[in-house]
């Protein structure tokens, strides 16, 4: 069960790692 929970905050921490990266570049390159 721990395992799952720890799976689970992993790509939700990827997830929001890759929102911040694109945000990032888009006001980069606007």
Same mark, same amino acid.
């Given at each position: 069960m721990k %395992?799952?929970?720890v799976r =689970? =905050?992993?790509v939700a921490a990827g997830?929001?790692?890759v929102h911040r990266? %694109?945000?990032a570049?888009?006001?980069a390159f606007a």
């Open positions: %395992r799952l929970i =689970l =905050l992993i997830f929001v790692l990266m %694109r945000d570049q888009e006001h």
